[in-house]
């Protein structure tokens, strides 16, 4: 066991422990270093990628270190002039905040309901909410475009806030219920004896206290919301109202064969780029909110 | 007296859960059953699109429809390849990640950002790295001199599910490490401690400890992980589309194109009806098997 850097050590025993440590340490920054590159390489190539010039992206073999003459700011230019870029982001920015406060609105006291207030049948509707959180969206599609239809809602942005609402109560309510057994009843009783009812209670003692859970799960609704692909897809049909997933995907040249990869890379920078920086900045929340019972792909 | 305030009690928790409940119908509720009810009748461009009772037609259809079979065959492919992967690839990074490392908390931010990123722009940039002229896949192999030409991994059928399974595993892995490594959190450091004076190897340790007290994390994740891949759509259809020749279709591209492309609605609506009994099916397989792991720790305890 030969490894880098060993202080010398007067114990045999010591020496020892320290060489498999700091062997294992090796091993162990490798594994990190294949964990990071694992998670960023494929961000980073279509990082890259944006900003080479076409000559540069259909080189080959590829340009890994573009000269300063390969480089370019150009198709992010064109994905604003030639599309409406900042529409997609607004549509996508609008209906994943409504939908996330709406279903923290709805699903909050829900989850204080089935924390609480012991309601005959609550184990049949956690089971359900349990359940539910499984399906995936082409169970609901067909029903979901009835729907919209029959309302007249194509085109609308009811048609994407009610469906990302729903999603993301159950998931609302089980953070939030979590959270809210993890609050010591005494509490509540206090406030009852001191006269509140259980309206005032709520929206004064409780509320402020559940600032930290809602953050967590409001994180969690607006990624679900901004990733969802398959409601936007069919809905929405007005280039000016579609969402970014959808309009992305949907980016295309001139021909069939033209396909303008440039503009793709950079649009699908400025799609994930929100989403990155919520993890980066929410890390510890969203681990928590994905682990405490609100689990989900 | 306590009566009244029990009654007033579930008064207030019904008004309390009553708007969730009420969007949840709308959306979960009434479209499943409404499925159910459509699959009973023929609603497609040979009925004028109007609905005409017909039994059980749509299922003994779907029986004799190579093309749904081989749906279901291109499905069970992705869903068992993706998942297994995952749990292992997952399980790794969940061990690192356990680990006191320096800067932790940042290689975990690191780690959970593919889990966050749209699955419909994750699809495109695997379609890029996986593209046959420019692709970065093909680049590597060249310049490593495995191969001389590119190859077509969107065009060759076998090459695009391997290609689709990889973009889903790079995704959705560390989704499934979260959850293990909130599993390993939980286990006391005591147990590995007393483990290994026993005399015990880290590999017996991780079969012997780690293993068997992850088990509820794992078949939790597993769940998820199948519910999830089973019903997969965005990745599949903006990746390849399907394609080439059907080779990549899963059954929810193939209900997709029934209702959106064919009209088929009756059609579409028993598909959608098989595919979410099979989810069922293995919802309650999967309860049971947590249920008897929780009753089987619970004796140990």
Redesign the interface.
């Known amino acids: 066991m030969t490894t880098v850097q060993q202080p010398v050590q007067p114990q045999p025993k010591a020496e020892a422990r320290e060489t498999h440590f700091s062997s294992k340490r090796v091993l162990?920054?490798i594994?990190?270093i294949l964990?990071?590159l694992?998670?960023?390489a494929?961000?980073l190539?279509?990082l890259l990628?944006s900003f080479k010039t076409n000559q540069a992206?259909?080189?080959?073999?590829?340009v890994y270190f573009p000269r300063p003459d390969q480089l370019t700011w150009q198709h992010y230019v064109e994905l604003f002039q030639r599309r409406p870029f900042l529409n997609y982001m607004f549509n996508s920015a609008f209906v994943a905040v409504t939908s996330t406060l709406l279903c923290l609105a709805?699903?909050t006291?829900?989850a204080?309901?089935?924390a609480r207030?012991?309601?005959?049948g609550e184990r049949i509707?956690l089971g359900l909410?349990l359940?539910?959180?499984?399906?995936?969206?082409?169970?609901?599609?067909?029903?979901?475009?009835?729907?919209v239809r029959a309302a007249g809602l194509a085109n609308n942005y009811l048609a994407l806030i009610?469906?990302y609402?729903?999603?993301n109560?159950?998931l609302t309510?089980l953070v939030m219920r979590s959270f809210f057994l993890q609050l010591p009843r005494d509490l509540e009783d206090s406030a009852k004896v001191d006269g509140y009812n259980?309206w005032q209670m709520l929206t004064q003692i409780l509320l402020p206290m559940t600032v930290p859970a809602l953050v967590t799960t409001g994180i969690l609704a607006f990624?679900f919301a901004?990733?969802e692909?398959?409601f936007a897809l069919?809905f929405i049909t007005r280039e000016t109202m579609k969402t970014?997933?959808?309009a992305?995907?949907q980016l295309g040249g001139a021909t069939l064969f033209e396909i303008p990869?440039g503009p793709?890379?950079a649009?699908?920078v400025v799609?994930?780029l929100p989403?990155?920086l919520?993890?980066?900045f929410f890390?510890?929340r969203?681990?928590q909110g994905?682990?405490s019972g609100a689990?989900?792909? | 007296m306590a009566d009244t305030i029990r009654a007033r009690e579930q008064r207030t928790g019904w008004i309390l859960i009553a708007p969730a409940l009420l969007v949840l119908a709308l959306v979960y509720a009434y479209p499943i059953l409404r499925s159910f009810w459509l699959s009973l009748f023929t609603q497609n461009l040979g009925t004028g699109l109007e609905p005409v009772f017909s039994g059980l037609d749509n299922y003994a259809r779907m029986f004799q429809d190579g093309r749904f079979w081989q749906s279901i065959f291109n499905t069970s492919v992705f869903t068992f390849s993706a998942i297994i992967l995952e749990l292992i690839l997952g399980m790794g990074i969940a061990l690192v990640l356990d680990q006191s490392i320096r800067g932790r908390g940042l290689v975990r931010t690191i780690a959970i950002i593919p889990w966050a990123l749209p699955t419909a722009l994750i699809a495109l940039t695997w379609a890029w790295i996986f593209n046959d002229q420019f692709g970065v896949v093909n680049d590597l192999l060249l310049r490593l001199g495995l191969i001389d030409v590119g190859i077509n991994w969107l065009g060759n059928p076998t090459l695009a599910m391997v290609s689709a399974i990889v973009a889903d595993v790079w995704k959705t892995t560390s989704f499934v490490a979260i959850l293990l490594l909130a599993g390993l959190q939980s286990i006391s450091q005591d147990l590995y401690e007393a483990h290994s004076i026993d005399g015990a190897t880290p590999w017996q340790s991780f079969r012997q400890i780690t293993l068997p007290l992850l088990m509820p994390q794992i078949v939790i994740a597993l769940l998820f992980r199948f519910a999830q891949s089973f019903g997969i759509f965005d990745l599949i259809q903006v990746m390849t589309g399907g394609g080439p020749g059907g080779a990549t279709e899963v059954v929810s591209l193939y209900v997709y194109s029934s209702i959106m492309r064919y009209l088929d609605f009756g059609y579409g609506a028993a598909l959608v009806v098989v595919t979410f009994l099979v989810l069922i099916l293995v919802v309650a397989i999967a309860a049971l098997v947590i249920s008897r792991l929780r009753t089987s720790a619970g004796e140990k305890l």
């Open positions: 162990l920054t594994a990190v964990v990071v694992f998670s960023l494929p961000i190539w279509q990628t992206i259909s080189a080959v073999p590829n709805i699903g006291p829900a204080y309901a089935l207030l012991r309601l005959k509707i909410i359940i539910v959180t499984l399906f995936p969206y082409i169970l609901l599609f067909l029903g979901l475009l009835e729907i009610i469906p609402t729903a999603i109560i159950p309510v259980t990624i901004w990733n692909y398959i069919t970014i997933p959808v992305v995907a990869y793709i890379a649009a699908t799609g994930t989403l990155v919520l993890v980066l890390q510890r969203i681990v994905l682990t689990v989900k792909g």
